[in-house]
DNA sequence: CATAATGATACTATAATTGTATCATTTGTC
DNA sequence: GACAAATGATACAATTATAGTATCATTATG
């Protein structure tokens, strides 16, 4: 039961560095270099971040990435939507030769339930907040 | 972000069956046959689900197997504890140099009451609420 | 004693995740 | 202007987790 994935990890991380130096552009061999990661790897996280407008670009030689958004206004569910698709957790599984209930599968609506939930608390959780002490 | 695996899907069908013709023994066959499920990797389940008493078995020709438990007794979280581990969502994935919150780390904080959360509601749910209608 | 079931377990296939490589383009610096 | 160092785009490869198969031994029923 996994939540978040590497690549959501990954990013966060990353956009907590970047959050931490306010401003300056970096680039993703320092990204990488300061966060032990696999740099080309880090480097596709960043460029989805960029094309989901997170992060804002810089091409050329002293090039490379800010936040396109106040760390305030960047989610933890933003980014799970970014790499891990719409957060869904599980379709009802039972089918109606097993389970009687047709329309209100007493599953199904758990599940919804704790979706909602599950979303609401990570909905909470900014980049802001992470960095906070 | 896929909160049940098919092995818990699967085992929870056939608990539903199974408890569904009580006390009569139910070869994996027959149950393959009325779930449309691949029959020896459902088999492979079942034998699962004896081990872990939550099902008995009866080997030899007209073998198969019965509940161990009552069905109000088979709860959802035990099944996915058998197929899936610990339920913990996962670990604080933040690093120090990134994270400044040595041991408080409001995400960790956040998915400890999540993983709480989800457990509880799943804990509700048994074979038996399953098969009311 | 043959048949049909489970027990145990090794093996294979598929899909998702994780990570790499490469070529083109842009931009600052000498 | 040429070079170096960055990103953009994208195809490819490796790894891991999940899903499913096969097989041989054992047990019980008829």
Redesign the interface.
């Known amino acids: ?4 994935t590497r690549d959501t ?1 990954y990013a ?2 990353a956009l ?2 970047i959050a ?1 130096r306010k401003g300056c552009i970096v680039s993703v061999k320092k990204l990488a270099l ?2 032990q990661l696999p740099r080309p790897f880090l480097r596709k996280i960043l460029q989805q971040l960029n094309k989901k407008k997170i992060l804002e670009s810089f091409k050329g030689q002293s090039g490379g990435f800010i936040l396109a958004k106040e760390p305030a206004k960047i989610f ?1 569910t933003d980014i ?1 939507r970014i790499f ?1 698709g719409k ?4 379709e009802c ?3 109606k ?5 047709t329309g209100s ?3 199904r609506k ?2 919804v ?2 979706e909602d ?2 979303l609401r ?2 909905g ?2 900014s980049i802001a ?5």
């Open positions: 039961m996994k939540l978040i990890d966060v991380r907590c560095l931490q300061a966060l933890l799970m891990q957060p869904s957790l599980n599984f039972l089918k030769i097993v389970c009687p209930h599968c007493p599953l758990k599940i339930k704790i939930y599950v608390e990570l909470t959780v907040l992470l960095l906070r002490s």
